[in-house]
């Protein structure tokens, strides 16, 4: 009986952290959509860069 009771000890413990790794990661995705939602980050516009980088091509 005791070896039963081992067993099922495990896989409560092996049950128990991967639903705090699941729980853990709807944290993150949670937080990273609000983030994204209310402040997204800006990009500089592309024309901006190029004469910078085509100058050092060629020279």
Known sequence: M???LQRLRIAQIIC?????L?????CIERWLGI????R???MSP???LDPALVSCAFG
């Not at 128990?16 to 705090?20: G, H, S, W």
């Not at 699941?22 to 709807?26: D, F, G, S, V, Y």
């Not at 983030?35 to 209310?38: E, I, K, P, T, V």
């Open 35 to 38: 983030r994204a939602l209310f």
């Open 2 to 4: 005791p070896l039963v």
């Open 22 to 26: 699941r729980l853990r990661h709807h």
């Open 16 to 20: 128990d952290f991967l639903f705090k």
């Open 46 to 48: 592309v024309n901006l």
């Open 40 to 42: 997204p980050d800006s």
